[in-house]
């Protein structure tokens, strides 16, 4: 059986975007409740995700973006980075202990403290680029968690797996000139952010797919790619960028993946991981914006970690 840890922290609950957004609070609080109604968080080792430190950060992001983001953050009101992002009072801090729970959950998988992890953190993070904000994110939490393990801890290559719906630009854009991470993603397309569906490099495979996109294609995608490409890369951990709104009840997007599908590419995965590199999964919270969708897809998808 797997150890599985689950990192997170309240001051990712205190961030909000104002009362009608749909990355609220609301997305952990649901998380949380499901896994101590079940029961579930007493099976898990949790963990309190530190605050990420500057210089991890300038891993993914260049040091005038992290340090002009300690600058402007309000200390009242919001500010608005984008259309859609915007910092308010507790922004900064949650973000902080977002990208600090990545980096937590690296060192504790690669200490074989831990099988592997989730982390149930926001602000999301896979549409932050190395110099901007955008899409409700702040700092690239995948991305720092992966630098942390190649750069600080000497790993040779690992992959990042982004199963949102929308494509990871941000993710794209910091590994661009990265080789020693493989990038799998699927993503509707066209849909935010608008781009993703041109070759950037042989080590960046991201799978537009239409409207209406159901799981059995997903699945393919996995078996009949993703695998193959993985056995070739022979990384030596995996990086999930765990988003759930490809759900067909998720209104943000029109896929149509189910709760069981969320099951099988996590099985597979962990048993990919299991076979080739002693289980070594870190999973982050992206997107997912449908509650009751969100907390259920999510406990399954520690189930499957865990096998619980
Ligand atoms: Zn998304």
């Given at each position: ?6 990192v ?24 949380h409740?499901a ?17 990420a ?10 040091p ?49 403290r ?6 149930a ?39 990042i ?5 929308h ?18 993603s699927?993503?509707?397309h ?22 209406g ?6 699945r ?65 919270l ?23």
């Open positions: 059986m797997s150890t599985t840890a689950l997170s922290h309240r001051d990712c609950w205190l961030h909000s975007m104002g009362a009608m957004h749909p990355e609220a609070p609301e997305r952990l609080s649901v998380i409740d896994l101590v109604g079940l029961g579930l968080d007493a099976l898990l080792d949790t963990y309190d995700a530190p605050l430190e500057p210089a991890q950060l300038y891993r993914a992001h260049s005038a973006y992290v340090d002009d983001l300690f600058e402007i953050a309000p200390e009242q009101g919001f500010l608005r980075l984008d259309p859609d992002t915007a910092m308010g009072v507790h922004t900064l801090r949650a973000a902080l202990r977002a990208a600090g729970a990545g980096i937590l959950a690296t060192e504790l998988v690669l200490d074989e831990v099988t592997n992890a989730f982390c953190v926001r602000p999301p993070g896979h549409h932050a680029e190395r110099l901007r904000a955008m899409g409700f994110c702040f700092f690239n939490n995948i991305a720092v968690a992966a630098r942390h393990a190649l750069d600080a801890r000497g790993l040779e290559r690992v992959a797996i982004d199963i949102d719906v494509h990871g630009n941000g993710t794209e854009n910091i590994f661009a000139a990265d080789p020693r991470v493989l990038m799998l699927f993503f509707q066209p849909l935010y952010p608008y781009c993703g569906f041109r070759p950037v490099a042989s080590h960046l495979h991201n799978t537009p797919v239409p409207t996109t159901k799981g059995e294609r997903i393919a995608l996995v078996e009949e790619q993703w695998i193959p490409l993985l056995a070739e890369h022979r990384p030596q951990m995996l990086f999930i960028s765990a988003g759930f709104d490809a759900h067909r009840e998720d209104d943000m997007a029109s896929l149509g993946l189910v709760d069981a599908d969320y099951v099988w590419i996590t099985e597979r995965l962990r048993d990919y991981a299991d076979a080739h590199f002693q289980g070594r999964i870190v999973s982050m992206e997107g997912g914006y449908n509650l009751p969708v969100l907390s259920r897809c999510v406990v399954a998808h520690i189930r499957a970690l865990a096998e619980l």
